[in-house]
Nanobody, 120 residues
Framework: QVQVAESGGGLVQPGGSLRLSCAAS????????MGWYRQAPGKVRALVAQ???????NYADSVRGRFTISRDNAKNMVYLQMNSLKPEDTAVYSC??????????????WGQGTQVTVSS
């Protein structure tokens, strides 16, 4: 089993910043891709940012230039630095990890999510 836990959400004013963290634990052999998704009320969950094991990144158009995804392979952590936050960024943010766990079984694991609210 691979467990995923997010932290760092909260309430922030428009224009502010937050940093989300995602920690992976369990019988991990590899984490090939790490991604942050978000789901706003009444909307479907959508990709925010993704980073591969090689460091390649991909961002949703709505956050490019404001959000930065990064990873710490040694600690099995992924981060999402969110700057210049807007009210439309309000959503539940979830972390997704894909890779292989012992004894060499693929996994696709999600965290519970963390609420981000951007409001004055």
């Amino acid at each position: 089993q691979v467990q995923v836990a997010e932290s760092g959400g909260g309430l922030v004013q428009p224009g502010g910043s937050l940093r989300l963290s995602c920690a992976a634990s369990g019988s991990i052999l590899s984490i090939n891709a790490m991604g942050w998704y978000r789901q706003a009320p009444g909307k479907v969950r959508a990709l925010v940012a993704q980073i591969t094991s090689g460091g390649s990144t991909n961002y949703a158009d709505s956050v490019r230039g404001r959000f930065t995804i990064s990873r710490d392979n040694a600690k099995n952590m992924v981060y999402l630095q969110m700057n210049s936050l807007k009210p439309e960024d309000t959503a539940v943010y979830s972390c997704n990890l894909r890779g292989y766990r012992r004894p060499y079984v693929p996994y696709d694991s999600w965290g519970q999510g963390t609420q981000v609210t951007v409001s004055s």
